[in-house]
T-cell receptor, first 111, second 112 residues
């Protein structure tokens, strides 16, 4: 069974478009995250939600808007995509111990 | 500013050798320490976590933590070609929903 799943796996789009990435976890975890991994493989936190509430919002352009309809889902909507948004976006989840489990990633390419 | 430093490598070791991966962190308040392995094109996968000073062993892997020196390491004994990957060190201030701060990773290459 997939623990943390993301869709789509690949996303190719034009500059200026709006796109969404979906994430679901079936681990029963309370906390979910979005990370961005750039071309240099640096993994950086973007957002964190605990029980559907935003608890961490790093310095991310407000074109990025996370939404958590329930504690098993955390979606990421991106408006007005830019070339610099091209990266791999990972969703993750964790429970009390802090160990985070990652989804397979969504490779976003903005042309 | 929380920072986690790792040598980017690549670290090359022959099959069967011990691979030693090192990580230093800047925030003295850090409480939890994690090692993730990431194969090319794949997601990070948790290998080990350590909270207390000293060593923690799990199979061929040993994590070592020295909070006084702000240093954490991962030893891989009997390295296999399948261990070739990027190893990411991550630290967090406390457990629960504290964010992980990742290092940039060390690429390990194990040659047959």
């Amino acid at each position: 069974d997939t623990a943390v799943s993301q869709t789509p796996k690949y996303l190719v789009t034009q500059m200026g478009n709006d796109k969404s990435i979906k994430c679901e976890q079936n681990l029963g975890h309370d906390t979910m995250y979005w990370y961005k991994q750039d071309s240099k493989k640096f993994l950086k936190i973007m957002f964190s939600y605990n029980n559907k509430e935003l608890i961490i919002n790093e310095t991310v352009p407000n074109r990025f808007s996370p939404k958590s309809p329930d504690k098993a889902h955390l979606n990421l909507h991106i408006n007005s995509l830019e070339l610099g948004d091209s990266a791999v976006y990972f969703c993750a989840s964790s429970q009390d111990t802090g160990e985070q489990f990652f989804g397979p990633g969504t490779r976003l390419t903005v042309l | 500013q929380k920072e986690v430093e790792q040598n980017s490598g690549p670290l090359s070791v022959p099959e069967g050798a011990i691979a030693s991966l090192n990580c230093t962190y800047s925030d003295r308040g850090s409480q939890s320490f994690f090692w993730y392995r990431q194969y090319s094109g794949k997601s990070p996968e948790l290998i080990m976590f350590i909270y207390s000073n000293g060593d923690k062993e799990d199979g061929r892997f040993t994590a070592q933590l020295n909070k006084a020196s702000q240093y954490v390491s991962l030893l891989i004994r009997d390295s296999q070609p399948s261990d070739s990957a990027t190893y990411l060190c991550a630290v967090t201030l406390f457990s629960g929903y504290s964010t992980l701060t990742f290092g940039k990773g060390t690429m390990l290459l194990v040659s047959p």
